[in-house]
């Protein structure tokens, strides 16, 4: 039995979605789609309102793995090491013609990276993590920004209530209903009332509060090289088409 196994074996139960490794998998290709409709298809949004789902999932499996680390210090040094290494990749996947300029557009793991200080702070009662992770999200601009911390605080903080953390869930993302624009070509117009795209994130609460029992077995390295890895692949592509 390996570290992570004992340190499942001896946290304590929670009473969400532990099928982290499935759940992974499915942002990861919520993920793959939102980023190839970024980058070859901006005028079909139904490809970002595919990639709605990925984030609250990844923000979810972080809080669960907070729960059942044995190691902090080395969890947050992944993130760390992985947002530096996924940086260049990230500016030349999205932004090849202007790279420098976006270079310090930060990537997701960013955002994971402060978020999980935020939640450890929570956690631990240690408040000044907390207020670091949040003022460095909202001075770097990071992506999705304070919605990290949001989703990061619902998932820790309702844990063993996956009722009410489904109710705050979804009522985070009501708001979206009236928050849409007809400019925004992302939006969802029904009648002639535009939907904000941020709606489509409602649709990951079953697979985050409901138990699911697929368990693939697969190396917790995977999802953290695929991430610059699609990047790296989604910048060839777009250099050989021309894009």
């Known amino acids: 039995m390996d570290a992570e196994t004992q340190t499942q074996a001896t946290a304590p139960r929670l009473k969400t979605n532990l099928d982290t490794s499935f759940l992974k998998l499915i942002a990861i290709l919520c993920m793959v789609v939102d980023h190839v409709g970024t980058v070859f298809f901006p005028g079909y949004p139904a490809f970002r309102w595919v990639g709605r789902l990925a984030f609250p999932i990844f923000c979810y499996c972080l809080t669960v793995g907070l729960m059942y680390t044995h190691d902090i210090k080395r969890y947050l040094g992944r993130l760390a090491i992985f947002a530096v290494i996924s940086q260049p990749f990230y500016a030349l996947a999205f932004h090849p013609h202007d790279f420098w300029e976006n270079l310090t557009n930060w990537n997701i793991f960013i955002t994971l990276f402060f978020s ?21 999200i909202n001075l770097l601009n990071a992506d999705y920004a304070n919605t990290g911390i949001i989703l990061t605080l619902i998932f820790y903080l309702c844990r063993n209530k996956p009722w009410l953390g489904a109710l705050i869930y979804v009522l985070s993302y009501l708001p979206a209903l009236w928050g849409g624009s007809l400019e925004d070509p992302l ?13 489509f994130a409602i ?16 190396p917790k ?19 050989a088409l021309r894009v």
């Open 221 to 239: 390295w995977f999802f953290y090289a695929f991430y610059p890895g699609h990047l790296f692949v989604i910048f060839l592509v777009r250099t």
């Open 187 to 199: 939006a969802l117009v029904i009648g002639g009332h535009a939907v904000g795209f941020e709606i």
């Open 116 to 136: 999980l200080l935020a939640i450890y702070g929570v956690k631990s009662r240690k408040w000044w993590w907390f207020v670091a992770g949040v003022l460095a």
């Open 203 to 218: 649709l990951a609460a079953p697979l985050i509060f409901l138990p699911t029992h697929v368990e693939p077995k697969i």
